[in-house]
């Protein structure tokens, strides 16, 4: 499975111990203030996109789609993964530059 810059930044920061993924453990880190981004899969649920977008809004947390469920948890090394918050905000920006970036393609 070929991954896309992104995956691989995803990997690298969760090896660096700047991620956290899983519904409940992205929820807490939006809510502490400690997510600077979060990423929810394209083939979650709309109602998982939208309770997302929402605490993401009131929280002011940067919020994008992007992959599969499949891929972005091989791009972690775990199971599936719907959703995911990048902590630390130098993985965050870059990730949402080459999100940006693939949008525009």
Same mark, same amino acid.
């Given at each position: 499975?070929?991954?896309?810059?992104? /995956? +691989? =930044?995803?990997? !690298?920061?969760?090896?660096?111990?700047?991620m956290? +993924?899983?519904?409940f453990? *992205?929820?807490?880190? *939006?809510?502490?203030?400690?997510?600077? =981004?979060? =990423? *929810?899969?394209?083939?979650? +649920?709309?109602?998982?996109?939208k309770?997302?977008? /929402?605490?993401?809004? &009131? &929280?002011r *947390?940067?919020?994008?789609?992007?992959?599969?469920?499949?891929?972005?948890?091989?791009?972690?090394?775990?199971?599936? $993964?719907?959703?995911?918050?990048? !902590?630390?905000?130098?993985f965050?920006?870059?990730?949402?530059?080459? =999100? +940006? $970036?693939?949008?525009?393609?």
């Amino acid at each position: 499975m070929e991954l896309s810059k992104i /995956d +691989s =930044l995803l990997g !690298l920061a969760q090896r660096a111990g700047k991620m956290a +993924s899983g519904e409940f453990a *992205v929820l807490k880190a *939006v809510k502490e203030g400690k997510a600077h =981004l979060v =990423l *929810v899969t394209r083939d979650a +649920s709309e109602r998982t996109k939208k309770k997302f977008r /929402d605490k993401c809004t &009131y &929280y002011r *947390v940067p919020y994008f789609e992007h992959g599969t469920m499949d891929v972005v948890g091989h791009a972690l090394g775990k199971e599936k $993964r719907v959703s995911v918050a990048v !902590l630390d905000p130098g993985f965050a920006d870059e990730i949402v530059k080459r =999100l +940006s $970036r693939e949008d525009n393609t």
